[in-house]
């Protein structure tokens, strides 16, 4: 199966700064099939990202996502109290199915 | 818009069947995956399965031999039962839409602990 690691394991950073979210895998993700999800306490996950770069409805455009094969980048700019979360890569193009450990963003 | 909730007993015994129903509400079980996820305490989230709402299934190999997931479209449901669990079990579990694979909606998550 693939392995997904997340880096850093925190971000803290000030509202108005940028943060860059890094997802690499132990092997190529087929046709790229990577997803991100936002996660806040008691709350559902909520997918951003599916496909490397291509946002979910709703989600703004300071989020983006770029990346192939084995190296992904979440970015979020313009950085809000909201963005405080804890967000995960996943995998979706080879069977199981493979979550990174996440990144908590924090603001200051 | 889609939601998604998980219901189910909290604590299961050891050796015992943990069964989870996930209801969905606004929209249609139809065309989409169902998938089960979950995450034990202090470690990352599992992927356990998912269904098409045909019937058709697809299991992590990790977990393969004790999984079942089943679906019920004309209650607009989804179940989970995982045989013989052990302490290694107690998870939060989610269920989820999948648009293709990809989880799209998810529930709120349950907590199952497992303890005698």
């Known amino acids: 199966e693939i392995v997904l690691t997340q880096s850093p394991g925190t971000l803290s950073l000030s509202p108005g700064e940028s943060a860059t979210l890094s997802c690499r895998a132990s092997q190529s993700v087929r046709d790229n099939y990577l997803a991100w999800y936002q996660r806040k306490p008691g709350q559902a996950p909520r997918i951003l990202i599916t496909g490397a770069s291509n946002r979910a409805a709703g989600i703004p455009d300071r989020l983006s996502g770029s990346g192939s094969g084995t190296d992904f980048t979440l970015t979020i700019s313009r950085l809000g109290p909201e963005d405080s979360a804890v967000y995960y890569c996943l995998q979706y193009g080879s069977s199981p199915l493979t979550f990174g450990g996440g990144t908590k963003v924090e603001i200051k | 818009q889609v939601q998604l909730q998980e219901s189910g007993p909290g604590l299961v015994k050891p050796s015992e069947t943990l069964s989870l129903t996930c209801t969905v509400s606004g929209g249609s079980i139809s065309n989409y995956y169902w998938t089960w996820i979950r995450q034990p305490p202090g470690k990352r989230l599992e992927w356990i399965g998912n269904i098409y709402y045909s019937g058709s299934t697809n299991y992590n190999p990790s977990l393969k031999s004790r999984v079942t997931i089943s679906v019920d479209t004309s209650k607009n449901q989804f179940s989970l039962k995982l045989d013989s669990v052990l302490a290694a079990d107690t998870a939060v579990y989610y269920c989820?839409?999948?648009?293709?694979?990809?989880?799209?909606?998810w529930g709120q998550g349950t907590l199952v602990a497992v303890a005698s």
């Open positions: 989820a839409r999948g648009a293709g694979w990809v989880p799209d909606y």
